[in-house]
């Protein structure tokens, strides 16, 4: 009984429900109590962390009085009570006047004889320490780096991470001791100091590929660090295939850490130019570890074998007996990603017994994990179309059984992307959704279904079959759900003739519905349908509530806007086309596919990025100075910089690579009697210059190349809008001795331009209709930018040449490409950012009737993350 009693009391809420912060700020007063109790010191400041934790706020003066209170605390010696005095100090230091009283605290535990009051005090010290401030204790910081204990040493460093963001210089002198720590006996001092020397070197590639290096030669023992080194170095080897490092890497794929092997292996995987041999042995050495004992191998060995599958079935094929296995495991997350992996490397002889595998396994795991099967199974189908048979029977078969809403709605969109893909599948997979509605307890989805069925039902052989399945949801459903029947049976009569007069006779019935809105409906439908206006019912607009509340508040906002009626024609709207929209483009799709050949020919982009990069390979592959810059991401066209009557004509182009910019000016002399000496062009731009290279002589009538190499910053977001030029050169008489210096001078240029633009290039593949639609549907709605504007230029087709030129997009098939008579257009692109992030974007275009407003806009913009969307939208001004 005792023991239920004190069971029962453990499972009571927490002890610190209903905690007021007016009764902890009176509780504070203890803290200056001349006789310290650690014990109830501790729990006021547990109190003080709870409130703070749960969101509540404290006045200035509120915590001035909590904060004084708790330096007051530094009397006590309890280890306990000092280190909770700490986490409250962290989370109260927001003052920088405050911060003064609580330095000199922790300055004499940062020096004491008690080590864990100085790792601690280290760790807050970067918390709360101001720029200003850190020179006074830079001497400790250093020391505390190279102590013979860990935890301390360990600390220093974190701090060192932490302080390096507000006073890097101060840090950089830190490098001493740093490179001690790297070689430390203590495994996680070794980590945080090859993590802090790494970030000390990041801008510099030259020297963090020395650090590097030296390591790979003598591997750290910390498993961490040896991770956190795989990981440089499948950076740098992306930028400079090294061969003694891509050995290392396989080296690192059978070290007896499993976390170090994992990180190998995924480096390996994940490298552009990887030999064959090299994946094959990464996977190779996957393949044992599918057979561990420990779950976490098994699941981190499959999710690699899943992350590369899409880039090497046949390499994986051969794990397929491994992971049939793995369906059976215990752990359902491994489990789901083992049947997603093999249905990706499934071949079409194998989708039955697979099938057979999936159905026993659906039911034993929950809804998550059954969408990630779903959309796998959808790639599978549209890889396979001609066993769309067997997998639409399973879907529908899945369907019927239990599940939430979210889980639900995936199947049926799985059902709708395989009735568009592929033909033979559309009326199965309607009979499969008019099944499913007879038991679906879910209105919305209902809704969904009933209004495909009226756009697609009357296109089938039969359409008469699917009009018993609407009715019986006019009977039988909620009000949401009547309303879209009797919509859907409206479509049927309008456009199958056959049965307008059954569709009339059931609508009929309707008129005394309990609901205004199925009523009002009905009304509306029987009244085109006994009229001439019955193509009304069929008319479809892909119009959002957005922008139709802008076009209203557009209309509304004209003087005398009650002159002239509103029509659902001056709404703009940003679609894909649907797929009885793509034959009109067909003609266009060869047009697209190269992104166009000619600038500025219409329905064409400026440039192709293969064209504007491999002018410019033969020199930069000639100068050794920049044969390590690696890769190149995209050129620009040539871009003056002076009117082309000039002295001294100027043009310069913009190569981009992963982690520099390189400039080319070219200068041409147009000074009679002069020659141009030791010619090089200075730039006022905050990025670093890693190298340059002058023209030495630059005759009358003659040209010459200057190149001028930037370092590209981490996060390129806000470039520099311009950059003020200024070309210097010494100037000669062109009959004058060879030895003769001249005399310096220098000329004004136009200020040049670099923006987010540049670090976006074009797709350089050829992307059909329904591969973006499937990119689309894939990405992530929460990371889709949204904007509007007007464009002011005359045309539609000018305004999508000139949104394409902005963005630095490829259209996708032809999409570019405007109608000669057309009043809105929708062109869909898709290009690659410079971090190897995929971006899409859909563009509506609409020229109202008044041409003096321009061409209305709308674009959509999606990529994995919201801010590079934002960013990728705020081109277009």
């Known amino acids: 009984m005792e023991m239920a009693t004190k069971k029962s009391d453990r499972q009571e809420g927490s002890p610190f429900e209903g905690l007021q912060k007016g009764v902890v700020m009176h509780e504070v007063r203890i803290f200056s109590e001349p006789q310290i109790s650690p014990r109830n010191c501790c729990k006021v400041l547990t109190k003080i962390l709870y409130l703070l934790c749960q969101g509540e706020t404290f006045t200035s003066d509120e915590a001035t009085s909590v904060f004084f209170g708790t330096t007051k605390l530094f009397q006590s010696q309890n280890a306990t009570l000092r280190r909770m005095v700490y986490l409250v100090i962290k989370e109260l230091a927001r003052d920088q006047d405050n911060v003064f009283v609580v330095i000199n605290c922790l300055s004499k535990d940062m020096t004491s004889n008690n080590d864990v009051f100085r790792s601690n005090a280290i760790r807050v010290f970067a918390k709360v320490i101001d720029a200003s401030m850190l020179g006074t204790m830079d001497r400790f910081l250093k020391q505390a780096i190279v102590d013979r204990n860990p935890a301390v040493s360990s600390a220093a460093l974190i701090a060192g991470q932490q302080l390096f963001r507000i006073a890097p210089d101060v840090i950089r002198r830190w490098q001493n001791e740093i490179q001690e720590a790297v070689n430390s006996k203590s495994k996680m001092v070794q980590y945080h100091a090859f993590a802090l020397l790494c970030l000390i070197k990041q801008h510099d590639r030259l020297a963090l590929s020395k650090i590097v290096s030296g390591l790979a030669r003598r591997p750290p023992r910390s498993p961490l660090a040896h991770c956190l080194l795989i990981r440089y170095i499948t950076k740098l080897v992306r930028v400079d295939p090294d061969q003694s490092m891509i050995d290392f890497l396989m080296s690192c794929v059978r070290n007896k850490s499993p976390m170090v092997a994992f990180e190998a292996i995924r480096g390996i995987c994940n490298l552009p130019n990887a030999a064959r041999h090299q994946i094959q042995g990464a996977i190779s050495a996957v393949q044992q570890f599918l057979g561990s004992s420990q779950p976490t191998e098994r699941f981190a060995a499959v999710r690699v074998l899943s992350s590369v599958v899409a880039q090497h079935p046949a390499f994986v094929a051969p794990c397929s007996t491994d992971l049939e296995m793995l369906i059976q495991d215990q752990n359902r997350s491994i489990a789901t990603l083992a049947v997603t992996t093999l249905l990706k490397t499934g071949v079409e002889s194998n989708v039955e017994?697979?099938?057979?595998?999936?159905?026993?396994?659906?039911?034993?795991?929950?809804?998550?994990?059954?969408?990630?099967?779903?959309?796998?199974?959808?790639?599978?189908?549209?890889?396979?179309?001609?066993?769309?048979?067997?997998?639409?029977?399973?879907?529908?078969?899945?369907?019927?059984?239990?599940?939430?809403?979210?889980?639900?709605?995936?199947?049926?969109?799985?059902?709708?992307?395989?009735?568009?893909?592929?033909?033979?599948?559309?009326?199965?997979?309607?009979?499969?959704?008019?099944?499913?509605?007879?038991?679906?307890?879910?209105?919305?989805?209902?809704?969904?279904?009933?209004?495909?069925?009226?756009?697609?039902?009357?296109?089938?052989?039969?359409?008469?079959?699917?009009?018993?399945?609407?009715?019986?949801?006019?009977?039988?459903?909620?009000?949401?759900?009547?309303?879209?029947?009797?919509?859907?049976?409206?479509?049927?009569?309008?456009?199958?003739?056959?049965?307008?007069?059954?569709?009339?006779?059931?609508?009929?019935?309707?008129?005394?519905?309990?609901?205004?809105?199925?009523?009002?409906?009905?009304?509306?439908?029987?009244?085109?349908?006994q009229t001439s206006h019955q193509s009304e019912l069929l008319r479809v607009e892909n119009i959002s509530w957005a922008d139709l509340e802008q076009s209203l508040t557009a209309y509304l906002s004209q003087p005398g806007y009650h002159n002239r009626p509103f029509s659902l024609d001056d709404v703009v709207h940003a679609a894909v086309p649907t797929p009885a929209a793509a034959p009109e483009a067909g003609a266009a799709a060869h047009v697209g596919a190269d992104f166009g050949a000619q600038p500025g020919a219409p329905g064409t982009i400026a440039y192709s990025v293969a064209e504007a990069v491999n002018p410019y390979l033969e020199q930069l592959n000639s100068i050794p100075e920049f044969a390590a810059l690696g890769t190149l991401f995209k050129a620009s066209r040539p871009i003056e910089l002076t009117e082309s009557e000039a002295e001294y004509v100027t043009s310069y182009v913009k190569l981009v690579f992963e982690n520099h910019v390189l400039l080319q000016f070219t200068i041409a002399n147009h000074m009679e009697g002069q020659v141009l000496v030791n010619v090089s062009v200075d730039l006022n731009v905050d990025w670093a210059e890693e190298m340059s290279v002058s023209a030495p002589l630059i005759p009358f009538e003659g040209s010459g190349a200057v190149w001028v190499c930037l370092q590209r910053p981490e996060q390129v977001y806000s470039c520099p809008s311009t950059i003020p030029a200024t070309l210097k050169f010494s100037v000669r008489d062109a009959e004058a001795d060879p030895d003769e210096e001249g005399y310096e001078d220098e000329y004004e240029l136009e200020d040049l331009s670099i923006g987010v633009n540049d670090f976006i290039a074009p797709n350089d593949k050829f992307i059909s209709l329904a591969e973006f639609r499937g990119l689309w549907d894939a990405s992530t709605p929460a990371d889709e930018f949204l904007k509007r504007l007007n464009l002011t230029v005359p045309t539609i087709q000018d305004a999508v040449d000139a949104v394409l030129q902005t963005l630095s997009l490829s259209p996708v098939e032809g999409s570019n490409v405007v109608a000669h008579d057309a009043s809105t257009h929708t062109v869909n692109t898709i290009g690659k950012f410079i971090t190897g992030e995929t971006i899409l974007a859909r563009a509506g275009f609409m020229a109202p009737s008044d041409k003096s407003k321009g061409i209305a806009l709308k674009v959509a913009i999606r990529s994995p993350s919201l801010s590079l969307s934002q960013t990728v939208g705020d081109l277009i001004q």
Do not use: W
């Open 353 to 529: 017994r697979l099938m057979k595998s999936i159905s026993s396994f659906m039911a034993e795991i929950t809804d998550e994990l059954r969408i990630v099967l779903v959309e796998a199974l959808r790639s599978l189908c549209l890889k396979f179309p001609h066993k769309h048979s067997t997998l639409m029977a399973f879907l529908s078969s899945v369907l019927r059984e239990e599940g939430g809403v979210e889980y639900k709605t995936t199947i049926v969109k799985t059902i709708l992307t395989l009735m568009n893909e592929i033909d033979d599948a559309k009326e199965p997979g309607l009979e499969h959704l008019c099944e499913f509605i007879e038991d679906c307890e879910f209105p919305k989805l209902s809704v969904q279904i009933l209004h495909v069925l009226g756009e697609e039902g009357p296109k089938t052989s039969c359409p008469a079959r699917y009009i018993r399945f609407i009715f019986n949801r006019v009977i039988l459903e909620t009000p949401s759900v009547r309303a879209a029947a009797v919509q859907s049976l409206a479509k049927f009569g309008a456009a199958c003739p056959k049965l307008t007069d059954s569709c009339m006779v059931l609508l009929k019935r309707s008129l005394r519905d309990n609901d205004d809105e199925v009523r009002d409906r009905a009304i509306y439908c029987i009244g085109l349908l």
